[in-house]
């Protein structure tokens, strides 16, 4: 029981009236005024309405986007008689940004109310919404009642699946421009052949099928399609080098959310895909297969990984790779490199897989390096950090040319535009051919 700004209202104004009983030498009146009041409370109290047919029901994704809003549906239902008033607030995991508010109500008999609050979870893994508190009116307004639902449901939060869904809706909308992919059309060279047709203007004379043309007795060309059943062979540093954060989040989820863009999108093509985890050791390794199925496979593999504070051996990772996948790939490599004596560790790993495979390293890039580097000098500490800043950018650059020396691609975009340019890569190596 909790007692409301109107009952406190008229417990003060008791006061005045125990004053006057006083003067008038009549103190049983205070007295009896404070005893009726509370208990009016106490009765009002037990008058209100019961609330076995009261029910709170949580609905929300069953798998949470980190560093998304999702939205959470609470919906409040009354199965009794009489009608409920008060104010309901739902308790999400702990330290997730929300919308949720306290939402005041009036529950009508077999008539559910739905409120709406979104969550903005900042970390993936294993969360828990702590259950439902609610303050219920009592009659005439004295008191309220406090009641906490035990209604807590485990919560799975996992890299940004509703980025997911924005692909897929462009794809079919011929939209992907609108969230920074591009594509090209590149028809005719080194494509899967698809069919047969006429001849038009504006045809490419390489085209032309000589036998189906001397059979028909016209011209004829072929047309093409994008090679279907290739392979997009991902993998994942997670060592030290995944710990650096930007933005306030760590390298490595900007590098998850990127993995599932463009898993999504060679599932899509029709491509076979596999993901290889490594740090000091090989973490986790699923051979490449193609289909919905494969992606939500990746999905479970990934939501749980932490970068570890342990060097990276990308020898023993990528011997391992080479062991148990052969055919030719489009490997894509999430690590990262500050200086060439990192980078010719990574060569030493990485050239003999090149040599079968269609290498790219993709980096994420911190853009407050370029902003510390263009900074005007003010101060020694500007000096300072100026010139730290542009030692690390010229390291980079000058690992950058190693790996690109030795026929390896790199890809370095600041975290927003990960997952567009390596989407948009490997649109364009289907559409080149390049596999």
């Known amino acids: ?10 417990l003060l104004a008791g006061i005045p009236i125990a004053g006057i009983a006083a003067l008038l030498g009549a103190p049983a009146v205070a007295v009896a005024y404070n005893v009726l009041l509370f208990a009016a409370a106490y009765i009002t109290f037990r008058l209100m309405p019961r609330l076995d ?44 940004p929300t919308s949720n508010k306290p939402f005041p109500f009036l529950l009508q008999s077999e008539e559910p109310l739905e409120f709406q609050y979104t969550v903005t979870p900042q970390e993936r893994g294993l969360h828990q919404f702590r259950g439902t508190f609610l303050r219920l009116d009592c009659p005439f307004g004295l008191v309220t009642r406090d009641v ?12 940004n699946l509703l980025a997911l869904r924005e692909f ?21 060279i080194g494509m899967e052949f698809e069919s047969l047709r006429d001849y038009g203007d504006g045809d490419d004379f390489r085209k032309i099928d000589h036998k189906a043309s001397a059979r028909r007795g016209k011209l004829v060309v072929r047309q093409y399609e994008t090679e279907r059943n290739q392979v997009v062979m991902i993998t994942i ?10 933005n306030g989040v760590r390298k490595l989820d900007y590098v998850l959310d ?3 863009m463009l898993t999504n999108a060679a599932a899509m093509a029709g491509d076979l895909v596999g993901l290889l985890v490594y740090s000091d050791q090989v973490r986790r390794y699923l051979p490449p297969r193609k289909g919905r199925a494969q992606v939500g496979a990746i999905i479970e593999a990934c939501h749980d990984l932490v970068a570890e504070p342990v060097e990276s051996d990308p020898v023993a990772a990528f011997s391992y790779l080479a062991t148990r ?110 596999l």
């Open 1 to 10: 029981m909790v007692f409301t700004r109107r009952f406190l209202w008229f």
């Open 148 to 159: 906490f639902l035990a209604n807590e449901e485990p919560v799975r939060v996992y890299p």
């Open 53 to 96: 047919g009261l029910t709170v029901t949580r609905k929300f994704d069953p798998l949470l986007s980190v560093r998304a809003d999702n939205k959470v549906r609470l919906i409040l239902n009354n199965e009794g008689a009489e009608p409920i008033r008060g104010i309901v607030r739902d308790e999400p995991p702990e330290f997730f």
């Open 258 to 260: 990127s993995l599932l």
């Open 168 to 188: 897929d809706l462009l794809k079919q909308q011929g939209r992907l421009r609108e969230i920074g992919i591009r594509r090209t059309r590149n028809r005719g």
């Open 237 to 246: 540093d997670i060592g030290r080098h995944m710990l650096a954060e930007v």
């Open 325 to 434: 996948w052969k055919r030719r790939s489009l490997l894509v490599s999430f690590t990262d490199y500050e200086d060439p004596d990192r980078a010719k560790e990574l060569l030493s790993a990485y050239v003999p897989l090149a040599r079968r495979h269609l290498a790219l390293i993709a980096r994420v890039l911190d853009p407050r390096l370029a902003e510390v580097t263009e900074k005007t000098i003010e101060n020694p500490q500007d000096m300072f950090a100026v010139t730290a800043a542009g030692i690390l950018s010229e390291d980079r650059q000058k690992a950058t040319m190693l790996m690109t020396s030795a026929g390896i691609q790199n890809l370095e975009s600041e975290p927003q535009d990960l997952a567009a340019s390596l989407v948009t890569f490997y649109f364009r190596v289907k559409e080149r051919a390049l």
